[in-house]
């Protein structure tokens, strides 16, 4: 990975040399057409199931939901001619479970869509996928690593891709203890305290390499995840859900140059733009392009968890949050809608207000998590 | 002034008339004065002796005398009296005494000038007068300019012609003069020396004023008398010019009447003139304001030259080829400005002696070290220090001239505060080394050496380094006066390696080396007055080491991995004809026949037919032994010019020319980088072809101050490469799965008003130019833009470009330029999908848009120190502002896909007016 390290950093060096600027550029408005299906899928030996997502390219500015291709008939086909007929579809996923994968058949998705179209994907290989030897982490002086180590004694594999599922606690710093029901501040009992979320993230980072340049079939240190030094992420509890599957040379090429054009592109020491075309095409027109890759493996997967407490101080230490404190006297309480926090009562002994301050401070659930603990924690 | 000028000649009249004893012996003189007038102190010299003064009243009257002498002579107490006055005074034999202003007066007769010997009385007053070491040469300029030389035994036999030979020099450091035409106005016969400064001009016998004329040299002539061949050395004076007054002198003809089109050169005065990037005379960024020139983007690397790619330019740094004249990822070139003499750039109308790429030929040429005394020159600009130093070996038969450069950036680097940068490394160095060595007046030899070397790394990541070092040796021997040959034979290495540490299970070292091995003897034959031919034969060895990859450190478990060498040979003869039909009519014709073998030892794969050739479809590999032959290619390159004069200050001309490249670039990045690798032509990729026809007109307007140009030119492309989608070139055991076959096409009109010389000089351009590429597979999953023509990456239609001097007086010049172009071609995304958690980017047709145009203003002030002859050191100090007007012109243009959202950003390099300060030195 590291030995196809583009040239980015002459911009680095632009930058210090001369002053460089970085402007935000909206492209002309681009014509053509651009309504391409895209299919993302994969067979899972794992799992004993497969999954296809089918949905649409949209233009560039399009702020919409990119449409999903609903109600197709899309089939899992084994070489020999058995095939499996996929449910779901209203939403754009297919799925089937349960299934009985033989290993030492190819695999290929069948699609036809609501309008007529038929599309087929190449025969892929069921790829064994080796253990994840350990997920670990190493901090720095700002921010905090975590990497994948794994290998293969048969030598096989050499192409792997990850994604990840990332699940962190944190804390509202004021938490709630009260909220207005009916015009009076009311407890909030334990089960309905907003003061600990957990907020779950998928990968979007496309997290491919190879090993074909070394001598043993060994991924050492591959970096998933960067955090940087003082964010809520690992403030409390961080876990980490590591996926790993062994992929074809083809699907490496494909994810690598889908990784190319799309999170390093246009500099001029960058590869010049083009078509990234997988292997799934269209039956009735050999010039269409059909965005997307069908895979089949075995999925193997690790977690690992990262305490606030197991971190070097400068990573741990969280800036102070900023919280003004307000003071609310009770006839403005009263007046205040249902279901307003407030933190805690003042005056002794008679209640003459609530301390109250902005929503993010009282309620986690602001900033997107959940308060329901996961399953696994 | 004018009543000096009367006593002068006055005087001059008395000597011829008056012809009285010696002046030494009229008598001593006792006097005694105190705040006198000085004509009391005349009035007693000449009662007391018989001598008699001239001088002039007025520039005496405010004199004060206060002198006491007895039985002094009169050298004594003028001497005594005028001390520490502006006043000079002189006495010739006759006894008169002339005291002048300012200025000494000569009261004796030329050196040389009855061509008898001396004088005896010069011997003793000689002394007394001191010339200035400029009015002394222009006093023996008047000399030779009037002396008849005769040329060839003397023979009463005037019938026919006899040719004369010889160099041009300048006279202060010897060094000759390039581009200087020597020439008789009837008939109109004229030459235009060589490289060498050497000239060959065949004449009718007889009488003729020889006219010498060079840019920002003293134009003269030579009497001579041509009784058979021979040799005229003919030394120049630079054009000092006096502080009132501008003389305009430029090879004012050469345009117009020259045989070559589509030619620009330029001298290191014209290019220190310009304003600076970065405080460094940029022969690169010079070249690029010339019309037909364009490059992908500023502080890239590559020239694109009337639609070429960057690799189709044949850049040559005396005679031996330059593979990557950049440092710095191409913010700066390698070219060292104080070692350079000038920059030839042909675009069209390439002579046969040239060939091995495609678009364009860049001739540099470095100085030769000064013949008559140790000089040295140097200069401090916010990244670079440099220094060159230059002097006899041997007086006036072997010079040196050596030169180095190297930058603190480094430095600098290391005190920032930002984190990333202070890992950083950013460092380069450039040396030049040459030796000239007169052996006798027929054998001269030429020593060169160069090297550049970069090193480059960012926040402990990949290292970079690479180095450009070539070495030629160049014996030019003239046979006679109509026949000169010159041998050259060079070595050009490049190389780059890059190493990463960051992983240690992956780190590793990988390297890439090119190197050429070439040898040319050209012949020059002044047949006669109409012909001049040149012909020659070139032989060119390429080995190439196209990738090895090692692993760095006890832990890394990288694969050791070395693609094959590889070998070529490129063997070249040719000749062409400069024929002269008449005054109004010039003809060039020539022809090169290239041949091209690919060498083993070599695994060659063999693909199947009637599929794209991918990894999977090698059905076989073949082994040929050292020096087989794998594939050859070959062919005959013609080149020809025509020349029409339609007027005195007109003319017409057409060129076509075909050349074949060998060995070309693989890149699949807009701008060229360090770590693009270069592959010869072999079983799969075939060589580059390129034809060019251009046309033009020239005019001069108002006694050749303006030069008016206008070029139009056609020219495609045979087998140019392309890429598959996502290939990789690095270390790629068969590249030729990834390569695809495409062909190309250019055209444009290149329009160019240029004042060469005076107090407001510089260009004016426009080109409207296009430049288009397809390829060319039988396989639809191989073409581009569904094989339609579409814009190369350097495709920039219109471009305008300013460049303007203007010298306020000697010490002050003041330099605008302006640029103007379309944006670069780019690749668009034409959707958007999600895929793998995030928006990913559909991109399709190529270069479809254009990132915004360019435009910058740069200005510039030089100021240099004071012009006394006589001081310690030479020094100049520039004021540079790059991009004025601050506009932020768009570097590049990309989009990333972040948090689930597509963003577009444009960079710009040089956002913000970059002001810099240079001061230069010499000494």
Known sequence: MTFTKKHISVYALAAFLFSSCLDPYSPPATTGDVDLLVVDGYLSVTSSSVAVRLSHAVALDDSGVPPAEQNANVRLEESDGGAVILSGGTDGNYTATGLTIDASKKYRVHIQTLGGKEYYSDYVDVLKTPDIDSVTWRPSDKDLTLYVNTHDDTGNSKYYLWNYVETFEYSAPYPAGYEVINGEPTYLPVDERVDICYKTNLSTNILVTSSERLSVDLIRDFPLVVIPAGTSKISRRYSLLVTQRTISKEAYTFWTQLQKTTESLGGLFDPMPSEVVGNVHSATSATEPVLGFFSAGEEKQQRIFINNRDLPDNIRRMPLPFCPLDSIEMPIVRSLPDHTFLVYPYGVPVTLGYVSTTIDCMDCRVKGGVTHKPDFW | ?923
């Open chain 2, 1 to 923: 002034m004018k009543t000096l000028y009367t006593f002068i000649i006055c005087g001059i009249a008395m000597l011829a008339l008056t012809q009285t004893a010696n002046g030494q012996q009229r008598g001593l003189i006792n006097v005694e004065l105190s705040g006198a007038p000085f004509k009391q102190l005349v009035d007693a010299i000449e009662s007391q002796t018989d001598y008699h003064f001239y001088y002039n009243p007025r520039t005496t009257d405010s004199l004060k005398i206060t002198l006491s002498a007895q039985n002094q002579n009169v050298n004594a107490v003028l001497g005594h009296a005028l001390a520490g006055t502006q006043l000079h005074f002189a006495v010739d034999p006759q006894g008169n005494i002339f005291v002048t202003e300012g200025r000494d007066i000569m009261t004796d007769l030329p050196v040389d000038f009855f061509d008898t010997g001396v004088a005896p009385s010069q011997q003793t007053l000689a002394s007394g007068f001191d010339y200035t070491a400029y009015e002394k040469r222009e006093k023996e300029k008047k000399l030779v300019e009037s002396k008849l030389y005769a040329i060839g035994p003397k023979s009463s036999n005037l019938q026919g012609n006899a040719t004369m030979a010889g160099h041009v020099r300048d006279v202060t450091n010897g060094e000759p003069l390039v581009g200087a035409t020597v020439y008789i106005e009837k008939p109109l016969i004229g030459v235009i020396t060589d490289q060498f400064g050497y000239y060959a001009i065949t004449l009718p016998k007889g009488r003729h004023e020889l006219k010498i004329k060079s840019i920002s040299m003293k134009s003269t002539v030579r009497q001579i008398m041509l009784y058979a061949d021979g040799k005229l050395e003919i030394e120049l004076d630079p054009d000092v010019t006096p502080l009132k007054e501008v003389v305009v002198e430029s090879d004012k003809d050469v345009r117009v009447m020259g045989m070559q089109m589509g030619m620009e050169k330029l001298d290191i005065k014209t290019m220190k003139n310009m304003p600076l990037a970065l405080g460094e005379t940029d022969i690169m960024k010079v070249v690029l304001a010339l019309p037909g020139v364009q490059s992908v983007g500023e502080g890239t690397v590559g020239l694109n030259v009337r639609g070429g790619a960057a690799n189709q330019n044949l850049i040559l740094f005396n005679d031996a080829v330059v593979y990557n004249p950049s440092h710095l990822f191409g913010f700066f070139s390698t070219f060292n400005p104080d070692v350079l003499k000038n920059v030839e750039l042909y675009k069209s109308g390439i002579t046969a002696d040239y060939g091995g790429r495609l678009s364009s030929v860049l001739d540099v040429s470095s100085r030769e070290g000064n013949l008559k005394k140790f000089q040295g020159s140097g200069g401090i600009s916010p990244i670079t220090g440099r220094l060159t130093l230059e002097g006899p070996l041997i007086k006036e038969k072997t010079s040196f001239l050596i030169g180095a450069r190297s930058t603190y950036s480094d430095w600098i680097l290391r005190q920032l505060h930002n984190e990333r940068l202070k890992n950083s490394q950013a460092s380069f160095y450039d040396v030049n080394l040459n030796v000239s060595h007169k052996i006798n007046d027929r054998n001269n030899l030429y020593l060169s050496g160069y090297m550049s070397h970069d090193k480059f790394k960012l926040n402990t990541d990949t290292s970079y380094a690479y180095s450009d070092r070539n070495a030629s040796i160049k014996w030019k021997h003239i046979f006679n006066n109509k026949l000169y040959a010159v041998a050259t034979g060079g070595i050009s290495k490049y190389s780059y390696t890059m190493s990463s540490d960051l992983n240690p299970v992956e780190a590793f070292d990988m390297n890439f080396s090119i190197q050429q091995i070439n040898g040319k003897v050209d012949f020059s034959y002044f047949l006669n007055a109409k012909h001049t031919i040149n012909a020659g034969v070139s032989v060119v060895r390429y080995s190439l080491q196209p990738g090895h990859i090692a692993p760095k450190g006890e832990q890394s478990t990288q694969k050791t991995m070395a693609l094959q060498h590889e070998q070529g040979q490129e063997n070249a003869i040719y000749i062409g004809d400069n024929f002269e039909v008449s005054p109004k009519l010039s003809i060039y014709g020539g022809v090169r026949y290239s041949f091209y073998e690919y060498l083993g030892p070599r695994n060659v794969y063999q693909y199947a037919n009637g599929i794209p050739r991918s990894e999977s479809s090698i059905t076989d590999s073949l082994y040929y032994g050292s020096g087989k032959s794998i594939a050859s290619y070959g062919g005959a390159e013609p080149r020809f010019s025509i020349r029409y004069s339609v007027s005195q200050n007109a003319s017409v001309k057409f060129s076509y020319n075909r050349m074949r490249q060998y060995i070309q670039m693989l890149s699949n990045t807009t701008a060229m980088t360090p770590t693009d690798i270069w592959k010869l032509s072999d079983a799969y990729i075939k060589p580059q072809v390129g034809d060019q026809v251009s046309l033009g007109f020239y005019k001069n307007t108002r006694k050749h101050s303006l030069e008016i140009s206008l070029e139009a030119y056609y020219k495609t492309t045979q087998n140019a490469l392309d890429f598959k989608g996502g290939a990789v070139l690095l270390l790629n055991k068969h590249i030729e799965t990834d390569v695809v076959d495409s062909r190309g096409k250019a055209y444009g009109v290149e329009f160019m008003l240029k004042r060469a010389a005076g107090k407001l000089n510089g260009w004016l351009s426009y080109t409207y130019s296009r430049s288009f590429l397809q390829t060319v597979s039988p396989y639809a999953s191989e073409v581009v833009n569904k094989g339609d023509y579409y814009p190369s990456n350097y495709d920039k239609p219109h471009a305008v470009n300013f460049v303007g001097n203007y010298k306020f007086s000697r010490r002050f010049n003041f330099s605008l330029n302006m640029t103007y172009s379309t944006g670069r071609p780019i690749t668009l995304p034409l959707a958007k999908y999600e895929l793998g958690g995030n928006y990913r980017l559909y991109y399709s047709d190529r270069n479809q848009y254009r990132i915004p145009d360019y435009f910058r203003t740069d200005i510039s002030i030089n100021i240099e120190g004071n012009h006394k002859i006589k001081k310690l050191a030479h020094s100049s100090w520039t004021f540079a502002v790059y991009n004025l007007t601050g506009r932020a012109n768009a570097y590049s243009v990309f989009f990333r896909s972040e948090n689930g959202q597509v963003k577009g950003y444009k960079l710009s390099v040089f956002a913000q007016p970059i002001p810099t300060v240079t001061y230069n030195f010499k000494f």
